[in-house]
């Protein structure tokens, strides 16, 4: 994956001008340049104030704002404010809104309210960003766009409205040709589903039990799709518009329901909103980790998105634009980093690639939902605690310059429409292939492994292992790549177990990866809580496959019972992929390999570029990391919240 970025990695904020008064513009502008911030976001919510009623469009306010951040040298992010259609568009249009799973409309009065199937809105939202792009396309300090606002966040990709309806049935159509040909694939002679045509066919909710998998996998696809038409649509019109700009999107932290691969093939990079502490509160973490990570987040939630939309992005081209800085709103419980965590997190996501990270937001605002969000600044313009890691962690990067390219070791293949499959047909309570894919993550990166989350198109051409966690569809390009592939391979519990309409393939599992791991998985099991299978250092819990093979039985349980098998250079896990069994899977294979394997002391993780080791300490204790060469920052025994980056040409492992 070449790396197309800046020489050095670029700050930034999130600012809402319409929320201050217009005497403090010149100030913030001013002081956000003297911090060492280079970019700034603004206009994403700002619908209202930029068209307050219908065709009447009140520009002065914007054209001021953005001439006070360019008189202070920076760079404007500009956001379509497509996220908050405003209420006298609402009132036009009172069927545009999502409908929920229990078929109750959202209503007007915060975000994201719209549905995507919409065509009155979409075409809505086309137009205003023909105006806001029209308007600004050329001016010289807008550098980049952002399209709409986090996709997907509060649970608003799947909608169940009559527009969803309609738009379903023309994708089914489009996809299948003819009813006949739907419910062959579906498998629709079980339970009498078939269907005459299309004009038939109900979105997958409010049945008595469960509907048919293949029709909620089939919903779902739908869903990626239409998001990533609505923001094609804008994409389109802003590079027609505004030609030589960049445009991103703003991905979110855990969130699976649209295809950010297919996402950001069509985008220039991807960009995501980075909340540590809060995804740590929000997400199934264990109470252990939960109080020993409480000021620092999980050490594996900022990289482990980081290498996926690394993955995600154009040429690996991937950036921060919200970045944490205290504080958060909206998870169960919201404490304070550690000091020094703001700038962890920044220079960790310099380590990773990241072209810009930009903090959300500029000031706290004493006002509305958002009010208890922490800022860089106070309410009262005081600088906040977070503000003087942002100071530090300027200075640090102007120190390390261009970091350089990311170093291939690992590549772990995650794709969306495997947490789909498994959202749909889970077999077991929380048997998630994103968290597989996060547990796999981790063990790879305890080992002191670099890791590129790539999917399952991507070329393996330089990696020495491949993880793939939970895979149920197989794409033949991976199947065949994998064939001609050197290094080694672990593949994961349920890989190859579906064909791409959501049937078990006639050849059962692991279906197309049978041509590197010579296997059929005669039943599969999930299993609850307290069956365990222990082995020498490792358990085995919450699944099993049970294979018919020719393969070596490499681990086996006190009881007999083989949970990892090995064929040459690939091995196949039969138990789910997490904890000690899948950290001794990543140590075994990494040593076949060639790789160097470094066990991370408790909380610390390294990442390597071509010019410098980064280490970070996410423990609330000091750690010693022992790697050759004189520090560049920090040094060998690092603080909680501590960074210490050593020289790469010296560290030649």
């Known amino acids: 994956m070449t790396r197309i970025a800046p020489p050095k990695m670029r700050l930034g904020t999130c600012y809402y001008p319409e929320h201050w008064p217009e005497d403090m513009w010149a100030d913030d502008a001013r002081r956000m340049a003297e911090a060492g911030l280079t970019r700034v976001r603004i206009g994403e919510f700002a619908w209202s104030r930029i068209e307050p009623a219908p065709g009447n469009f009140n520009w002065g306010w914007l054209d001021r704002a953005i001439a006070a951040l360019h008189d202070a040298g920076l760079g404007i992010i500009l956001g379509t404010p497509t996220a908050t259609p405003p209420k006298w568009l609402c009132d036009q249009m009172p069927d545009m809104f999502a409908v929920d799973a229990d078929g109750r409309p959202r209503g007007f009065g915060s975000r994201r309210h719209y549905c995507f199937s919409h065509a009155g809105y979409r075409a809505q939202a086309a137009r205003i960003t023909r105006a806001v792009a029209e308007r600004y396309g050329n ?95 804008q994409i389109d019109i802003l590079r027609e518009a505004s030609p030589g700009r960049d445009v991103m999107h703003n991905a979110m932290g855990f969130v699976t329901e649209y295809d950010h691969h297919a996402l950001g093939a069509q985008l220039d990079l991807v960009m995501w909103d980075s909340y540590p502490l809060g995804f740590l509160e929000m997400f199934p973490f264990d109470e252990a980790d939960k109080h020993a990570f409480v000021r620092q987040g999980h050490p594996d939630i900022a990289g482990f998105h980081h290498d996926l939309y690394r993955g995600c992005g154009k040429a690996g081209r991937w950036g921060v634009i919200e970045q944490q800085p205290g504080p958060v709103n909206w998870a169960r419980h919201n404490p304070a980093p550690l000091p020094g965590m703001v700038r962890l997190w920044t220079l960790e996501a310099m380590a990773h690639g990241a072209e810009l990270v930009s ?179 490792w358990t085995a819990t919450r699944w099993l496959d049970h294979l018919e093979t020719t393969a070596e039985a490499e681990l086996i349980a006190d009881d007999g019972q083989v949970v990892s098998w090995r064929h040459g250079a690939v091995r196949y896990c039969a138990a789910w992929p997490e904890g000690a069994l899948i950290a001794q899977l990543v140590r075994r294979a990494a040593k076949d390999a060639g790789l160097q394997v470094t066990a991370m002391p408790q909380g610390v993780r390294i990442r390597r570029t071509e010019r410098y080791v980064f280490a970070v300490n996410y423990a609330n204790a000091e750690r010693v990391i022992t790697l050759p060469g004189e520090p560049v920052v920090g040094s060998p025994t690092i603080g909680p919240a501590g960074v210490t980056v050593f020289p790469r040409s010296t560290n030649r492992n």
């Open 139 to 233: 001016h010289p300090a807008v550098v980049m766009w952002q399209t709409d606002n986090e996709y997907g966040c509060h649970d608003t990709v799947l909608s169940y409205s009559e527009a969803a309806r309609d738009a379903f049935r023309v994708w089914l159509a489009h996809r299948y040709g003819t009813a006949d040909a739907l419910n062959t694939a579906w498998g629709n002679a079980f339970w009498s589903m078939d269907y005459r045509s299309f004009d038939e066919v109900e979105l997958p909710h409010l049945t008595v039990t469960e509907a048919n998998p293949a029709h909620w996998f089939a919903f779902r696809r739908f869903s990626s799709d239409q998001v990533l038409s609505f923001d094609k649509a």
């Open 359 to 537: 903090y959300f937001r500029w000031r706290q605002a004493p006002f509305a939902q958002e009010q208890m969000h922490a800022g860089l600044l106070r309410p009262d313009s005081a600088p906040a605690a977070g503000f003087a890691d942002v100071k530090s962690a300027a200075a640090d990067i102007d120190t390390l310059g261009d970091v350089g390219g990311s170093v291939k070791e690992a590549a772990l293949v995650f794709s969306y429409d495997a947490e789909w499959v498994t959202a749909t047909q889970p077999q077991g309570e929380g048997l998630s292939a994103l968290w597989a894919a996060f547990h796999t993550y981790t063990a790879l990166r305890e080992a002191g492994i670099n890791v590129d989350i790539v999917p399952p198109t991507a070329d393996l051409t330089g990696y020495r292992l491949v993880a793939i966690p939970c895979l149920p569809i197989v794409p033949g390009a991976l199947a065949a790549g994998l064939q001609n592939f050197s290094g080694q391979v672990i593949i994961g519990p349920r890989s190859g177990s579906r064909t791409a309409e959501l049937s078990i393939p006639p050849s059962l599992p692991p279906g197309p990866l049978q041509t590197v791991f010579p296997a059929a998985v005669a039943r599969s099991e999930s299993l609850r809580p307290g069956t365990i299978h222990r082995g020498t250092g």
